[in-house]
């Protein structure tokens, strides 16, 4: 059984359109799939009618970035699209997303940088603003060679021209998915960091924590079955994803493959996909 469901879309900060994501879903063999794109649910009905038209199993998918010391990613599944409180948030995100990316652009313009904000947001599309949309840009007008280097002369944290956004806290992100009814599954969980790992689970759990990714192409093998242990021990269920963000990352849709016949992961995906 092939999966992945964590993938980026223009719709966030990756570089594949959905009907790129189709092809390529239809092109690796991917049953299912959800794409899952930073505070934005701005793809999924067009995704889920084109993942349908081509046989492909697709539920609606979302990552959230949440208020802690390191990074902590929740993805939150097969929620209700029209949920009001759900789009309150996504509208509070999109602010606070295009209220930091413009004063980001001011302080490299007023220091001499000669971007302007309609190319921008020619890059921009019909997606959410983004860092690696303004990384583009400076690549784009040779102030750098890639987003990468952008990111760590320019834009990346701690750096000049960077400006933090309001983000969600970890309990607003749990009511706000129960509320829509969704499934959350802590993304990529070797990247917290976290000293004591299931201090931070069981805190989780409290507010309604559902899955874990196991599956994933940093994760070394020790790491899986880690974290399939603790999946197994909370009782939860577990995801595989590649986190593709098209040419921006080095992965790719269908990247992680180590899940691929492993029972947990099909009887998670069967209970995620019948709600
Ligand atoms: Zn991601």
Do not use: W
């Not at 492909?56 to 208020?67: L, T, V």
């Not at 990316?101 to 302007?116: A, C, E, N, T």
């Amino acid at each position: 059984m092939k999966v992945d469901l964590h993938t980026h879309s223009t719709y966030s900060d990756g570089t594949d359109s959905l009907d790129d994501l189709i092809f390529k879903c239809r092109s690796n063999g991917i049953e299912y799939v959800s794409v899952t794109d930073h505070d934005c649910i701005g793809g999924t009905k067009d995704f889920l009618k084109k993942a349908t038209s081509n046989g492909i199993n697709a539920i609606p998918g979302i990552e959230f970035s949440a208020e802690h010391p390191t990074e902590l990613h929740i993805l939150c599944y097969n929620y209700d699209q029209d949920d009001p409180v759900l789009n309150d948030a996504l509208n509070y995100l999109l602010d606070e997303r295009k209220t930091r990316i413009v004063k980001m652009m001011r302080l490299l313009q007023d220091d001499g940088f000669r971007i302007s904000n309609e190319e921008l947001q020619e890059l921009i599309g019909n997606g959410v603003p983004t860092r690696p949309h303004i990384g583009q840009l400076l690549v784009n007008k040779g102030y750098c060679r890639t987003v990468k280097e952008a990111f760590e002369r320019y834009i990346g944290v701690g750096c000049k021209y960077f400006v933090k956004k309001g983000i969600l806290t970890k309990e607003e992100i749990f009511s706000i998915s129960e509320k829509a009814s969704g499934t959350t599954v802590l993304a990529h969980p070797a990247k917290i960091h976290e000293p004591d790992f299931e201090k931070l689970l069981r805190k989780l759990l409290d507010l309604g924590l559902k899955g874990i990714e196991v599956f994933y192409p940093i994760h070394s093998d020790r790491e899986c079955s880690y974290f399939m242990s603790i999946a197994e021990r909370y009782g939860l269920i577990i995801t595989q994803g590649s986190d593709n963000h098209g040419t921006r990352r080095n992965t790719y849709l269908g990247k992680e493959t180590r899940g691929n016949e492993n029972e947990l992961l099909m009887a998670s995906v069967q209970k995620l996909f019948r709600k």
